[in-house]
Each structure stands twice: as C-alpha cells, then as structure tokens.
C-alpha cells in the first residue's frame, strides 16, 4: 500500500524513537497523515482517545468549555473537578479523588500516600513498596523505580530506595518477598500491582493470585494500590480493571482514556486511606476545568452510549479473529492475550520481533504498538466498529506476510 514517509528533521529532543508518521488528523477511529493517506489507529494514543479522534461529542463539550473557563488553579472551589470526582466516587468503590495530570503523577501521589500510610498507621521508620516484575508504573524517578524492568533504570541510577519486586501472578514469589521484607516487623506499607500488565507485555492477572494479595494485604493492613492507569475506563470490558478480578483495591490510579486525549491523572482511595492533608500533595494544572470538563464528557458518554457492553462484544470479535490468524501462522506466531479491547498478540522466537511488525504495519496504513520484543498490542478507541476489527486484522496479515518474505 505504498511506503512509509522520511522522518523530518526536528527541533524537538530525541527522547522518542519516533515511526516516520506524520499525523494531520483524525476522526473516529481513523488517522490521516501530511500526505492525505487514511490510517486505521489500533493504539488510540495509547489507549488515550477512548471516543475516537474529533468526536462531536468532546468537541462540543470542550468548546463550551473554553469559552467559559480553562484554568484557576486549586487555590479555589472548582465545579467541574467536584463533579468529575462525584461521577467517579459514584461509580467505584472509593471514597476521594485527587486529581494531577498523567500516570506518573497519579502513581507519584499513590507512593506518597503509601508512605505516609507506612509511617502513621503502621509504624514503619523507612516504608517499602512491593510491585511486581515486568511492570510499569511511569517515568518519572520515583515511578521507574517502581517499575521492576530494569531497562528503564539503566543511566538513571541511583534508583529511589524502598522497593522490592516479586513475580507477576507467581504466589510463592510473593509470600517469600513478604515474609523475608517483614520478617524483623513491619516494614511494607504497600502492594502496587497493575491488574492486567500492559507495556510488560499485556499479561492479564490472575484471579487466585489476586484474591490472595489481597487477603494478605487485608491480613497485614498493608495497601493495596491498582495502577489502573492503562485498565480503567472502560478498555478491559468492565469499568474498572479491578471488576474483572473480582476484589476491591484500597486505592488505584487512573490517566490516559480518563481525559479522552486530555491531559489528566487520578489517584482514588477508601474513606479510610485518604491520608494526604492541605500542604502534603498538590498539582498546579491537576482537575483544571478543562480537563476534568473532557474527564466527565468521557465518563457520561462511556455510560450513555453503553460502552463497556460494545468493549466486551468487540474485546472477545478482535481475540477471535487474532486467534484465528496464530491458527495460519503457527509457526510465527504463538498466541493471544488480554482483556477487552486490550489485546496482545504474542510472536513466537521464529517469528519477527514486535518493533519490525509495528513498523510494516504503518506501510499497510495500520497503527499498532509494541508491549515489549514479542507481543503486538491492540488499543484501539472503545467506539471502533466490528468491520473496522476485521480490517484492522486483514492489515496485520498484510504486514506478516510482507516481514515473512524478507524475514
């Protein structure tokens, strides 16, 4: 279908290994480049855009918006953050809301929470947190250190003391870190746990491993912290991440589809953890009205158009059709994981690595994004169409086929 464009030179600093892509605009679920080529967007600005690109909707809402008030700061009473935060509590099992700007900050304010909660209630001198292996939690200092891939810490050492990792889904993996951490007393304050691993490669969580972390944290009066940063609003089929495990969090963390493309990040907890007093934690641009204008358009309109109920139908449409593809490429391909509209497709050591898939996959106008060496991951917009799916599917056999003659 043509090749790809030359990246531009740019002024911008080289912290993205950019695709040579050129985005114009979009609409719906479909992206148009500088040279007018139509591209099917199966990542959604990584699972960002959850209405689509220009959606009527948003743009009213967002109009009217801006042409009221875009900013004051939390110096004063904002409506739109109060509302937004209402819609939330509402709608999960929380209690507060404190709103910041992305998941980094989300996950940042969730660590200080976690500490705080460390050195009042249980009484530890120096807290730590437990996250898991392949994880990832953000990047900012504090956040990469949480996350358990050391690939990101490489060059940014020393790391921010006070977390250990266990393996993802693995009990005995977890019950020995928590019984060598605590074995002279109390010293964790925290479990912070992605319930679906998205960039460690989407491995979704176990429900027995789950069910046990949260027994031994309720055991402990350790807290349990969801990043739901990539799970919540809608993409896994359910509202929140944490539905589909079956268990309650004490606290999770939200961004990316919150804002629909908006800036914007959310750490919620329980009645009982909400820790952080005036003076502990704040965000110049955190709940702005704009943003928490955009968060609540997303939210009402995730209800009002049924979304979570098309995410479930089209979740289990686009595993199918992935599975059936694996089943005409056994040897490349290896499998299919994910919940929802948050789909891996995993490649085989035979087969190419995710990156040079990725990269072909723009020549057959198809967006898609690596989840490490090995896994494809599928993020499209919860609004996409089934028809859309099997062309989104059509597109990746494409760019297999083509990465298969010179691979």
């Known amino acids: 279908m043509g090749s790809s464009p030359t990246a531009p030179i740019t002024s911008v600093m080289n912290t993205y290994s950019r695709l040579p892509l050129q985005i114009r605009k979009g609409k719906g ?46 110096l004063y009473q904002i409506p739109e953050q109060e509302a937004l935060a209402a819609w939330i509590t509402t709608h999960s099992c929380f209690d507060k809301v404190f709103f910041c700007n ?50 990101y810490h490489k060059g940014f050492e020393p790391m921010v003391p006070g977390f250990r990792f266990f393996t993802y889904n693995d ?28 960039e460690g490669g989407v491995n979704p969580g176990n429900i027995t491993f789950f069910r046990h972390i949260r027994k031994c944290c309720t055991d402990k ?53 909400d820790l952080l007093c005036p003076g502990d934690h ?20 995730l209800e009002r158009r049924g979304l979570t109920s098309h995410v479930r139908l089209l979740g289990d449409l686009l595993h199918e059709l992935l599975k059936a593809l694996v089943s005409r490429y056994p040897d490349q391909l290896k499998g299919v994981r994910g919940w929802g509209l948050l789909q ?27 989840a490490g060496p090995k896994v494809v991951r599928f993020l499209p917009p919860l609004t996409i169409k089934p028809n859309e799916l099997y062309q989104a599917v059509n597109r990746l056999e494409m760019a297999l086929r083509s990465v298969l003659i010179n691979y």
């Open 221 to 273: 009066r350790i807290l349990l912290i969801f990043d739901e940063v990539q799970t919540g609003v809608g993409r896994t089929g359910e509202l929140w991440g944490y539905t589909k495990l079956g268990l309650q969090p004490d606290a999770f963390t939200l961004a990316k589809g919150l804002g629909g493309g908006i800036p914007i990040g959310a750490l919620a907890v329980k009645q009982k953890y």
């Open 102 to 151: 992305s998941g980094a900050e989300a996950n940042e304010a969730a660590i200080k929470l976690a500490r705080k909660y460390g050195h009042e209630v249980r009484g530890i001198e120096e807290p730590i947190v437990l996250t898991a292996e392949a994880s990832f939690h953000g990047r900012t200092l504090a956040t990469i250190s949480a996350t358990g891939q050391s690939k």
């Open 29 to 74: 679920a479909w992206i148009y480049d500088s040279n007018g080529n139509k591209y099917l967007d199966a990542v959604a600005g990584i699972a960002t855009c959850t209405l689509g690109h220009s959606d009527p909707v948003m743009n009213w809402a967002l109009n009217q918006q801006l042409k009221k008030l875009q900013h004051v700061s939390n």
């Open 282 to 301: 704040a965000s110049t641009f955190g709940g702005n009205p704009f943003a928490c204008r955009a968060g609540l358009t997303v939210m009402t309109e």
């Open 171 to 198: 009990i005995s993996s977890f019950d020995r870190l928590l019984e060598a951490t605590e074995s002279e007393g109390p010293r964790v304050a925290a479990v912070l746990i992605e319930p679906l691993q998205g």
């Open 344 to 370: 891996g497709l995993i490649l085989s050591d035979r087969g190419p690595t995710a990156p040079l898939l990725v990269k072909q996959a723009i020549v057959e106008r198809l967006l898609i994004v690596p």
